[in-house]
């Protein structure tokens, strides 16, 4: 089938950050926002598996429900079965013909329009299924569900003009071209619970350089990850090319990753599934097309170190930041700190002080700084931590949980003399900091230990004013932390500012939010052309 390719070289609309609303008591943001939550409060979409466009009910429903207030359903939806799941793949074979050969602009477009859709009319409904369904208050869910979302759509345009225009050399006589494929098969997207832009991200940009993508979403974001889906739609995504498939990872993953045209895997999640899920690929090898990509970040312990000149109110208000944000629900949380004797009792102090001013609650009160953890489960995990800290290490502030009507756990923080504590080695995916406190002469010891502690390399920061200290941690933490930051708090990072992505344990470090990311999407084929080919095959050295 023919298709009409305007000519010209287009230059891209400007790409920016999107700027973060305030949500100030009187703004206008905050009335239509506030007025969108309770709407939706109202609301309880009948969430599909979504199959080439066909929106399939299996019958077998599950209620997703807000963490905050576990008792209110937000949304039913319904598993995918084994047949979805084949007729899935099907379909994106019979989208990636055309969806593939259309142009990089025509793709992007439906990206640009995707991002000035959620920028504007879809703001409110994104923003609030976040903070109903993942119990995200107000900044938290501006940040990442409108803001984040927003620049992995646009800017991920522009990483993907930069690389189809790096084209190698071409010597007299002839023409050297690269050539950036969609890769034959179709990619496995995998999605967590803690950022809505993750979810649109992982499934939106290999489908942005031409392939097509099973989305396997998790069961407790269902309700930010299904308006996404209608969000992509409604930009112009065509049928296929996102095939949407809530359910049973097990039994999905199954399909998905022993299937012969799995050609890659876009995921964010726990260690162990994503060392599983490599570990299947690998005995599966001879059975696949091509090698698939593998692309995944995992977990974290991320830390903050600070030396003896620190400034003790940044580096305290950026403990309580990146530790207790998004209830520490963050791979980039920060999960252990390491404070010098002479400053800690003036940082125990003030970390102490926030605690207590911190509120806890459902994510409706725009006063409140913490939500609910997402499920039940997570609540049990996390409590079984504060346990153990009660009885084998010393609870400084916080230390209480409460799931009678939501799933609170206090911002705890926690203090050990054993750097080695299971608290200060261990992923928690909780709002619990645990602080060692070492000998202000051990610095350059304390980095090292910092650096051994934990299979993690995520993020991590040091606070210091010395600016010799600064070098030497930069040097001693270099392959500690894929994400590095310097008198900032651990979490934060931008698209386009601050790519993401750790190595170790915590994934392949492919950069999200960066030009790094999208090269693994495409496979390149080199075209050589000469225009005037030799017509002897002699050489002049045979005269």
Not at 151 to 176: C, H, K, T
């Amino acid at each position: 089938m023919s298709t009409f390719s305007p000519n010209g070289v287009r230059q891209l609309p400007p790409i920016v950050n999107e700027p973060i609303r305030s949500y100030a008591p009187g703004s206008p943001e905050r009335a239509s926002l506030q007025a969108r939550i309770k709407a939706m409060e109202g609301e309880r979409p009948d969430i599909a598996v979504v199959v080439h466009g066909e929106e399939r009910r299996s019958g077998k429903a599950v209620n997703a429900v807000s963490p905050h207030k576990h008792q209110h359903v937000t949304a039913t939806w319904h598993h995918a079965t084994a047949q979805d799941v084949h007729d899935a793949i099907e379909s994106g074979k019979k989208a990636y013909k055309e969806w593939s050969e259309w142009t990089w602009e025509e793709r992007a477009a439906v990206f640009l329009k995707a991002a000035d859709l959620l920028a504007g009319p879809w703001r409110d409904t994104i923003n609030a299924a976040t903070m109903l369904g993942q119990s995200k208050n107000v900044f938290q869910s501006e940040i990442d569900a409108a803001c984040e979302m927003t620049d992995f759509f646009r800017f991920n345009v522009q990483f993907a003009r930069e690389l189809y225009s790096e084209q190698p050399i071409s010597g007299p006589g002839m023409w050297n071209q690269s050539e950036y494929r969609a890769l034959e098969g179709f990619v496995y997207a995998v999605t967590p619970f803690n950022f809505t832009a993750i979810g649109g991200n992982l499934a939106g940009a290999p489908a942005l350089m031409g392939n097509t993508v099973l989305w396997k979403p998790a069961a407790s974001a269902m309700l930010s990850a299904w308006y996404t889906l209608q969000l992509l739609h409604e930009a112009g995504l065509p049928k296929g090319v996102i095939n949407f498939l809530p359910g049973d990872p097990v039994m999905i993953s199954d399909i998905a990753l022993k299937h012969r045209d799995l050609a890659g895997v876009h995921f964010t999640g726990s260690t162990g599934v994503f060392n599983s899920m490599w570990n299947t690929i690998g005995t599966n090898m001879s059975s696949y097309r091509s090698y698939p990509r593998i692309v995944g970040e995992t977990g974290g312990k991320d830390f903050m170190i600070a030396h003896a000149s620190a400034d003790v109110q940044a580096f305290a208000v950026g403990v309580v930041r990146g530790a207790f944000e998004y209830q520490g629900q963050k791979c980039s949380a920060c999960s252990r700190i390491y404070v010098p004797k002479s400053i800690w009792p003036e940082v125990k102090a003030r970390i102490t002080a926030m605690i207590d001013e911190i509120k806890v609650g459902d994510t409706n009160d725009f006063s409140n700084f913490m939500g609910a953890v997402i499920d039940q489960r997570a609540f049990d995990r996390i409590s079984g931590y504060l346990a153990d800290a009660k009885q084998n290490a010393k609870v400084i502030a916080g230390g209480t949980a409460d799931g009678s009507t939501g799933w609170f756990v206090k911002p705890t923080l926690v203090e050990t003399t054993d750097p080695k504590y299971r608290l200060m080695c261990e992923e928690i995916f909780g709002p619990i900091v645990t602080a060692y406190v070492y000998d202000d002469a051990k610095w350059e010891e304390t980095l090292k230990l910092v650096d051994e502690t934990s299979p993690y390399a995520l993020t991590g920061a040091v606070f210091a004013q010395d600016r010799s200290a600064l070098k030497q941690a930069h040097a001693a933490l270099r392959h500690a932390a894929g994400n590095f930051y310097i008198n900032d708090k651990c979490t934060g990072a931008v698209v386009g500012q601050q790519p993401f992505g750790g190595a170790r344990a915590s994934g392949t470090n492919d950069k999200a939010g960066s030009k790094l990311n999208l090269l693994r999407w495409v496979s390149a084929r080199t075209v050589k052309e000469t225009f005037v080919p030799p017509r002897d095959y002699k050489y002049p050295h045979m005269g």
